[in-house]
């Protein structure tokens, strides 16, 4: 039976990445329970997990996987293309849904109406099946028809914060996100103009063969400036720290480890696999522009970040910061630049989504996320304190943190790139990241808490699996980075190297 | 300089410019949603005429018929248009609950309400 089944299916595990979630967030719909309708999202999220696991696996056997959709012909019919890169995105993307939805029932419960539990899961399986979409589809419109379907979810999703500051952040949110999304498909509608295609492989086979030219060039922009916005890099980071902040918890925790990171692997797939090394950086000098860009985001995210009085919008800054360094692995263009690049997506992935899991523990605990509530919290919520202070390790870099393995491999890249000033520069950055985790590390530890405040007691079981489970992630990775580096270096080397 | 032939491709910058203008100086939520459709307008109205083969008919089959205009765009632009639909409905749902909850759909003012709440 389960062997009939697997024989069934196995042949169409990419297109069940995106079928099932979609399916599934119609039946949540129809359920209307909130814990069916959780038990329908963990089933859903939980096997795409399994199924992103098998097609890595698959990947690391036998080789890029390609998917005719629908069984049409592969450069009219749509693609579904999955190699070294795109696996390792997915398995992060659905890794983060199921694992935050493990945290999603006790902590929606503190900001979300129970009535609305339903259509809150029914929601998130909309933004996981955008997310996924745009991860494994081998289409360029395809990816803008899917960065939207998680783009409208992560909207709606956001507009669930419990003040309504949450609602006007939304707005901004869509404002921005929808230029963003509209500049991706001019961009492809200038390469479609050239070329003739949509397929990326294709489109990138016949756009060396087209070389250079104007419209090219306006496409390039186009897209560059688009995903800029969707993965908020400086300074078109604004949606950001306000959509961050005011989001129920465990959205923040959600968005910050998947939306951003999908936004970097369209903008990893459109210069890398379509406009190509030779074109994006030898013709059209795109380091020339992201380099500075991404050295201010560093050092603008990380300073903002000190000065703010909310834990939460602290850690959005330094998301800010974050990306710079991923947007840096790229513009630097060599093996080991791209290498940290791709390898800090994943690695970031996991310590902010723990990291704002933590925040999702204290704020159930203490009813705020300000830096007054963390009074005190290294001996009233200890596991919880212990789970901030290696994901605030992490985040500076510290060794045997995951880190520490990102920015190692972004110095050696800046240092193959002969651009000793911009690794002293990273040096640079990750102390300013002490300084803002040291000034939450002190509060939790040294001030004592307010008298006659009430007993703060440690955060549930439910949210202290997830949360263990990521940071956890941080240390284990930081040791043992067979998976990410392996993964990532190989796709690096696929990207630069195979390309030309 | 300019060459006429290629008017269509004015027509979607004007629109364009004046979409993205219409959402950056209007304070109003709506008027913000208008330029942005306007703006999406204007993207559709590009792949709509990049499909355009001169002298082509609509791609149908029929005897005697060779040239055709390019369908594969004018298919896009179904799905951009659903696109744009979704958002603006979202969109439009955001405004009302915005309106709601601070009795007004004016930037500057929520700006103020906002202001306000944080200064306490």
Known sequence: ?500 | MIEWGLYNYWVVIFLMMTGLYVVISRGNLIKKIIGLNIFQVSVIMFYISMGKVKGGTAPILEEGVRVYSNPLPHVLMLTAIVVGVATSAVALALVVRIKEAYGTIEEDEIRVIEGEEEST
């Open chain 1, 1 to 500: 039976m389960i062997h009939a089944l697997w024989a069934m299916i196995s042949d169409d595990l990419p297109a069940l990445q995106i079928a099932m979630p979609l399916l599934a967030a119609t039946l949540c719909i129809i359920v209307r329970r909130r814990w069916a309708a959780w038990a329908v999202a963990m089933f859903v999220a939980w096997g795409a997990v399994a199924n992103a696991a098998v097609i890595l696996h698959r990947v690391l056997t036998t080789g890029t996987i390609s998917y005719a959709e629908g069984g049409w012909p592969v450069p009219w019919g749509i693609e579904l293309r999955i190699d070294l890169l795109n696996a390792l995105v997915l398995l992060v993307v659905t890794g983060v849904c199921a694992i935050v939805l493990l945290a999603a029932p006790r902590s929606l419960a503190a900001e979300v109406p129970e009535e609305k539990h339903y259509l809150f899961y029914t929601v998130y399986l909309l933004c996981m099946t955008g997310l996924a979409g745009m991860t494994v589809t081998g289409d360029a419109f395809n990816i803008f028809v899917f960065l939207e379907i998680s783009s409208l979810s992560a909207y709606a999703l956001i507009s669930q914060g419990s003040t309504r500051r949450a609602l006007t952040s939304a707005f901004q949110y869509l404002v921005m996100g929808t230029i963003g999304g509209t500049f991706i498909l001019l961009g492809i509608g200038m390469l479609y103009m050239t070329t003739g295609t949509l397929n990326i492989v294709d489109l990138g086979n016949r756009l060396a063969e087209v070389g250079p030219n104007r419209t090219v060039l306006v496409a390039l922009a186009f897209i560059t400036v688009g995903a800029g916005i969707k993965l908020a890099l400086f300074p078109l980071h604004i949606w950001l720290p306000n959509a961050y902040t005011y989001a129920p918890a465990v959205v923040t925790a959600f968005i910050a480890a998947t939306a951003t990171k999908v936004a970097y692997y369209v903008l990893v797939r459109f210069v890398y696999s379509i406009f190509r090394v030779d074109l994006a950086f030898e013709v059209h000098r795109l380091d020339a522009v992201l380099l500075p860009i991404a050295i201010a985001a560093m050092f603008a995210g990380s300073l903002v970040a000190i000065y703010q009085d909310d834990i939460k919008r602290m850690l959005a800054y330094s998301s800010v910061a974050q990306i710079g360094y991923m947007v840096l692995g790229l513009s630097l263009a060599n093996e080991h630049g791209l290498t940290g690049g791709l390898v800090h997506v994943f690695n970031h992935a996991l310590m902010k989504c723990g990291l704002f899991l933590v925040l999702a523990a204290v704020l159930l605990r203490t009813g705020s996320t300000r830096i007054e509530a963390f009074a005190g919290l290294g001996r009233r919520m200890p596991l919880t304190f212990a789970a901030f202070v290696v994901g605030g390790l992490s985040l500076i870099g510290v060794p045997l943190t995951v880190g520490f393995v990102s920015k190692w491999y972004l110095v050696l890249g800046a240092l193959d790139a002969g651009l000793w000033p911009v690794a002293l520069l990273i040096l640079l950055s990750s102390l300013l990241a002490v300084v803002y985790v040291w000034r939450v590390v002190e509060v939790g530890y040294f001030t004592p808490p307010p008298a006659g405040a009430e007993a703060v007691t440690e955060a549930p079981f439910s949210v202290l699996l997830p949360m263990w489970l990521l940071i956890g992630g941080t240390v284990v990775f930081g040791v043992f980075t067979s998976l990410s580096v392996g993964v990532a270096s190989a796709a690096a080397r696929m990207l630069i190297g195979g390309a030309s």
